[in-house]
């Protein structure tokens, strides 16, 4: 897999999948995911109302959370298929 705009692009559609699979069996490229994104949160949580600029948000599992409890977000990601898949 390509590790650039078109390889992105082209994992879009399986990408949420990939990373729970990987999670799962705390495998390469995903292990630890969900522990570094709930750092993450509660980094960001411990300021009230704050701003964050997001770069590479994927599919957006962290930052829909984030602007859910009122955080401001700015985002970049250069795959627009990954983009079109936020959830």
Same mark, same amino acid.
């Given at each position: ?5 078109? /390889?992105?692009?082209?994992?879009a559609? /399986?990408?949420?999948?990939?990373? &729970? ?10 292990? /630890? ?6 750092k ?14 997001d770069?590479?948000?994927g599919? /957006?599992?962290l930052t829909?959370?984030?602007?859910? &409890? ?12 990954i ?5």
């Amino acid at each position: 897999m390509l590790l650039n705009k078109e /390889g992105f692009d082209l994992w879009a559609d /399986g990408y949420d999948q990939t990373v &729970q699979h990987s999670e799962e069996k705390y495998q390469y490229p995903f292990a /630890g995911y969900k522990a570094i994104l709930n750092k993450i949160f509660n980094e960001v949580m411990a300021v009230p109302a704050s701003t964050v600029l997001d770069i590479g948000f994927g599919t /957006g599992v962290l930052t829909a959370k984030l602007y859910e &409890q009122g955080h401001s977000i700015y985002g970049f990601d250069f795959s627009a298929n990954i983009c079109q898949r936020l959830t």
